[in-house]
């Protein structure tokens, strides 16, 4: 009870003195250093879980794409602003749209003359693409730059299943719906082979070609590097630092020390101390920037991330209840002159799918004009919300497609009969009991759910059709479920236009004759008991848990994490017709 009282006392200090505004000074050096995964929307963590949290329960960090971009926009025309210091060892997995995406803001940025510098100790592929923007590469003598191009290898278990005899029952339409494959096949079919080639092989040659151009390679370098390893790696004697100088990825190999003074003789000292460059951190620099709200025109953006799923849920997933609660906020306040879906899903239940398309219809019904925005993936339910608004926006390197549906109930009478377990009784009708895990499906139960599932596609068909202005026969040919990237999307007619959030949103404005408005992300915040825990927390009486939560994860931890996230999907699956349109091949990072 004390240290309640104390609690409250500290909040009441801190809240009667205010916030002290962040200052920019003059020439500061914007850090850019993105820490965990590249999401949407960041999820707000529970203050006191994140304190205590141990070892096997700590969430990794995430990052807003939106902040990202948002800093490195405001940054080009602030003459406060002199250079970025871009630092990527704490960066996370992140899409390919996003890096795409952040590496265009980088260039947008350099337009205004300044200059970009990367700082890691070493780079990923990911975290590479981004460094090969700046006008000067440093790395560690002790780094690396590891390429190794896209690939795709899902774990298969039908002979696992056959061992425990356990029976499971699938239900697809579409010939690249794969999704279905690891419970039927030990291998990857080639059909599935085909189709996944081709979009990794698109997804490569963006890469590729961004990396060539930033570094005024040769066409193909790459690829031949990765491909001559081996004799390559010998020329340098087994030193990977000394490979990638070599191969003109990075300029100069030196510790930290060395970039730190590089950049103090260059800008200035800090004045904050530290013995190093004068700096302003993106964040801290957000915040300095922060405007508040004009009034008046909205655009207001709908963030679909995650796995679709029913009922509410927390902006990691698509809910479909919070996400059309949002829908109605925002068609019902009179400040809304047109929304923007923003997608970062590979879709998951049909049913949930359909109730957020059913909303976005009902604004459109209203007068507002509906935009989809895709962001790394926009999959089977992801392309499913977005079909039918007024214009669909996507980025070159989109994953999206992929429709189709497919059912997978699994039974496990026989498993449990080894073991000496059985089940028995009686129903009234011939359906009583029919989805029992426990009990072999009927006939009938087979037939019912595969004309349910043939049903499903057959509206996902149409309602795509109805959306992009095609023909149900012309649809059937670029659906079977296939993925595409989303310059090809384009092409066939699935996407109106490529380019990133911001054009979305210029569009949207455009739509709805507007030229002055707000650009307003509807989601959930902390509760108030919440934040103050927070602002306690994160005061100079408080634990620095920021810190703790930004070291990097070990490679078991990150396995470990990767098999809690394939659970969770799996335990989402809450679908009342037991109908999904989920990618799962569509994670690529």
Same mark, same amino acid.
């Given at each position: ?31 850019? *250093? ?50 970025? &210091? ?48 700046? /006008? ?49 096949? *030990? ?85 904050? !101390? ?36 029913? !009922?509410? +849920? ?63 993936? &926009? ?9 039918? &608004? /007024? ?28 073991? +000496? ?71 066939? +007619? ?8 911001? *054009?979305?949103?210029?569009?949207? &404005? ?13 989601? /959930? ?42 659970? /969770? ?21």
């Amino acid at each position: 009870m004390l240290t309640l009282f104390a609690m409250f006392g500290i909040v009441l200090a801190l809240s009667s003195r205010g916030e002290p505004r962040v200052s920019v000074p003059n020439g500061a050096v914007m850090v850019l *250093d993105p820490a965990g995964a590249i999401v949407e929307q960041v999820e707000y963590p529970d203050p006191l879980d994140a304190v205590f949290a141990s070892e096997f329960n700590r969430e990794p960090p995430q990052t807003s794409i939106h902040d990202i971009t948002g800093a490195l926009k405001l940054a080009k025309t602030d003459n406060r602003i002199a250079a970025v &210091a871009l630092i990527t060892d704490s960066l996370g997995p992140i899409g390919p749209s996003h890096l795409h995406t952040i590496a265009q803001s980088i260039r947008d940025f350099k337009e205004s003359g300044k200059k970009v510098y990367a700082l890691s100790t070493a780079y990923s592929q990911a975290s590479y693409l981004l460094a090969a923007e700046a /006008d000067k590469v440093y790395m560690n003598p002790a780094g690396n730059v590891f390429l190794t191009g896209y690939g795709f290898y899902p774990t298969y278990f039908k002979s696992l299943l056959e061992k425990l005899e356990a029976n499971v029952n699938v239900f697809r339409v579409g010939t690249y719906k794969s999704a279905v494959e690891p419970f039927i096949r *030990d291998d990857m079919s080639p059909a599935a082979k085909e189709a996944n080639l081709a979009f990794l092989g698109s997804l490569w040659d963006q890469y590729e070609g961004a990396v060539v151009e930033a570094r005024g390679l040769e066409a193909g370098a790459l690829t031949n590097s990765i491909n001559n390893l081996p004799d390559r790696l010998r020329e340098a004697e087994g030193n990977f630092a000394k490979l990638a100088q070599n191969g003109g990825l990075v300029d100069e190999l030196a510790p930290r020390t060395v970039w730190r003074n590089a950049l103090k003789e260059e800008f200035g000292e800090n004045p904050g !101390g530290g013995n190093t460059f004068k700096q302003i951190h993106y964040q801290s620099y957000l915040a300095a920037k922060q405007e508040s709200r004009r009034g008046g025109n909205e655009i207001a953006v709908i963030t679909a991330q995650g796995q679709i799923v029913m !009922g509410d +849920g927390p902006i990691t997933v698509s809910a479909a209840e919070t996400l059309v609660g949002y829908i109605r906020n925002a068609r019902n306040n009179p400040n809304t002159a047109a929304i923007v879906l923003r997608v970062n899903s590979p879709g998951g239940s049909a049913f949930a799918s359909e109730l957020i398309r059913q909303e976005l219809v009902a604004a459109q019904e209203q007068g507002l004009k509906v935009i989809a925005s895709m962001g790394p993936v &926009a999959a089977s339910g992801g392309y499913w919300i977005s079909a039918t &608004a /007024d214009e669909i926006w996507a980025a070159p390197s989109t994953i999206t497609g992929s429709i189709g549906i497919f059912g997978v109930i699994p039974t496990f009478e026989n498993t449990l009969a080894k073991a +000496g377990v059985y089940t028995d009784g009686v129903g009234t009708t011939e359906m009583a009991g029919a989805f029992s895990t426990a009990r072999p499906l009927s006939d009938m139960t087979k037939d019912v759910i595969q004309q349910s599932i043939e049903n499903g596609y057959s509206q996902f068909l149409s309602l795509v059709a109805e959306g992009r202005n095609m023909t149900v026969e012309d649809v059937d040919k670029i659906a079977q479920g296939r993925v595409w990237v989303g310059s090809t999307a384009k092409d066939l +007619g699935l996407v109106d236009h490529l380019g990133g959030f911001g *054009d979305a949103v210029a569009a949207a &404005a455009t739509a709805a004759g507007i030229e002055d408005y707000d650009v307003v992300f509807y989601r /959930d915040f902390p509760s108030k008991w919440d934040q103050m825990i927070a602002d306690i927390l994160n005061s100079s009486l408080g634990i620095d848990f920021k810190s703790q939560a930004s070291q990097s994860l070990s490679p078991v931890m990150q396995t470990a994490m990767k098999l809690k996230g394939e659970a /969770d999907m799996l335990l989402n699956f809450n679908d009342p017709m037991a109908s999904y349109a989920l990618c799962l091949l569509c994670k690529v990072e």
